[in-house]
Every structure is written in C-alpha cells, then in structure tokens.
C-alpha cells in the first residue's frame, strides 16, 4: 500500500509506526490525511507481527486540528453526509494498544485524534488545545468528552471556552499524557515503550485493551462482569499455559500470541 499524507514502518520488533507527513499545513486533518491514517491502522491491527503501534507527527506539529480550508465551504449536511469527518472513531476500532508520540502543536481533531489514542508519549514542546470556538464551532471528535474525563470539568471548560493550551507538563500533571521527553527523544521512548507493550501476549494486550476502554462507558458493575469474561477467556490461550509453565520453570515465556 502506497500512501500520499503519511509514512508508515516497523521501527523495532513487533512495533507498526505512522507518521503524519503533511508538514506545509502543520498535519492539518483533511478527509485524504485521515483515510490514509485509518487504513495504515487497520493494516497493521492485521498484521501478525505488529502487535502495538506508534501514532506520531512532526517535531513542530502533531496535527494543529482538522483541515479549515477543507470545512471553510462545508455545510451541516455536507459534514454529517460526507464521508470526511463522520467516522473518526474507525481509530478506536483498533484492537491493538496505540501511543500517540506528540510534539508541537496537537490542536483540536490533533488533541482529539491523540485522545483517541491508548496512550501519549509529549516532547517537551507539546501544546494541547481546543480551540474550535475561536473559529465558530466547538469539539466534534471527542473534546470535550474525553478531555472532560482525563483533566476534569474545570479544566475542559477553560480549554475549551477559553482557548487555553496546556503545555507538555501540565499535560502531564492533569493526567492527559503518561510521559514527557526531551525533543530528541520522545519518538525514541514512544517507540522504546511500544516495542515494551509489543512483548506481552498479543491476545492479552488486546483484551486488557478492550477492558480498560470500557471502564469508560460501563457502570462498574457491567464493566467488572466485562473484565471477568476476558480474564476467564485468557485461560483458554496457548500463552496462559507457556506465561504460567516459563514462571513455574524459572525461565523466560515465549509468546505465541495465540
Ligand atoms: N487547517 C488548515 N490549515 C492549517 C491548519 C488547519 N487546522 N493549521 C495550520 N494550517 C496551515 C496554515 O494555514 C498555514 O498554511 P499557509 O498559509 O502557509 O498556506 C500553515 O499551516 C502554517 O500555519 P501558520 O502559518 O498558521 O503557523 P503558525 O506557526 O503561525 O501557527 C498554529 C500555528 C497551529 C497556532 C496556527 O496554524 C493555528 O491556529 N492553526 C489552526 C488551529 C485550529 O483552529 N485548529 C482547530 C480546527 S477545527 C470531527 C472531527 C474533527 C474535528 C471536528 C469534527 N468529526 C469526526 C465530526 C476537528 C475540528 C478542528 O480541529
């Protein structure tokens, strides 16, 4: 599969990358960029030999949010009918775990699209924002329902009303990133960490996945029964038995991801 607005490669063992490669528009997000992003994901949530990817754009912008001049002629019923902006949540259908690796500018569909993300690794120049209002509109993708649950009300209220950015750090203190670097090494450390996540039984990794996302949209109890059933199907895979002989044995497992 050839691509026009990404790159994609397997930096490391077990590891699927892409890379946003729109740098004259800082990433902006139009339908072309985003139809490739999903389908490079989808590629490699089939692909055997990847089991955890990399979401990441350029030192300067991650994606400073969805295409304004795409959306500048666009009506309601062109944005609701139209196939460029309806079905971003094709993201969260991947089953694999994602990091989003960001540095510079994550703006509105930016921020959104790396919330859709399992986790984010920020450079030390990463800013967060939302600031749809400044040009008439407000979130669409997801702004302010999963900022809202990473950083609280108060938070999202000022981000999203009032345009306030948040820094890598304080991303980092609000719960919104797991982790923040250096410049010249935050890509390496997202990698580092997917390469990390990419060891672990793949049939596990998703499970726990699919687990944790709905504690976001589950009452405890109907996600506790959730979690069960999943744990209760790990113990019909070949990785249970090796992960729990290789500990009985005093010796490394050797994963089949089955
Ligand atoms: N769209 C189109 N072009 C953009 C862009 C964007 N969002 N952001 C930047 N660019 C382009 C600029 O127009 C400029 O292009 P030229 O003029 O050189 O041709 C080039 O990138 C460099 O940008 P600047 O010259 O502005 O660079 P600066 O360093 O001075 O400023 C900036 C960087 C990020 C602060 C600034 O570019 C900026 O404010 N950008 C717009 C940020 C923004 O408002 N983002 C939110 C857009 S609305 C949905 C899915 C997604 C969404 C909604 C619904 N559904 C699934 C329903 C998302 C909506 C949004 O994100």
Redesign the pocket.
């Known amino acids: 599969m050839t691509y026009e607005m990404i790159l994609t490669e397997t930096p490391a063992p077990g590891v699927g990358l892409v890379r946003l490669n729109r740098p ?3 990433n ?2 139009n339908g072309h960029i985003t139809r490739e992003i999903f389908e490079a994901m989808e590629a490699f949530d089939r692909d055997d030999s990847v089991r955890c990817m990399v979401l990441t754009g350029s030192d300067k ?1 991650f994606a ?8 500048e002629d666009m009506s309601a019923v062109d ?1 609701f009918a139209g196939q460029d ?4 949540a094709r993201l969260t259908r991947v089953r694999k775990p994602i990091i989003a690796a960001v540095s510079g ?1 994550a ?4 921020c ?1 699209m790396a919330m859709m993300c399992d986790m984010i690794v920020a450079s030390e120049t990463a800013k967060f924002g939302q ?2 209002i ?2 008439g ?1 407000m ?3 997801g702004g302010t329902q999963r900022l809202t649950r990473a950083v609280g009300k108060a938070l999202a209220m000022e981000i999203t009303l009032g345009n306030r950015h948040l820094t890598a750090q304080e991303a980092l203190q609000y719960g919104l990133v797991n982790r923040v670097y250096p410049l010249d090494a935050y890509l390496n450390e997202a990698i580092e960490l997917a390469k990390k996540i990419g060891g672990m039984p793949g049939v596990a990794s998703v499970m726990i996945k699919d687990a944790v996302n709905k504690a976001y949209e589950m009452t405890l109890t109907e996600g506790l029964a959730f979690e069960k059933r999943n744990f209760y199907l790990l113990f019909g895979t070949e990785d249970k038995a090796e992960g729990m002989k290789a500990f009985v044995d005093k010796r490394p497992a050797q994963w089949k991801n089955k």
């Open positions: 004259q528009a800082l902006a997000l912008a400073a949010g969805a295409d304004i001049k795409q959306m944005m902006f309806t079905d971003w500018w703006l509105g569909g930016g959104e600031p749809e400044t040009i509109i979130p669409g993708a």
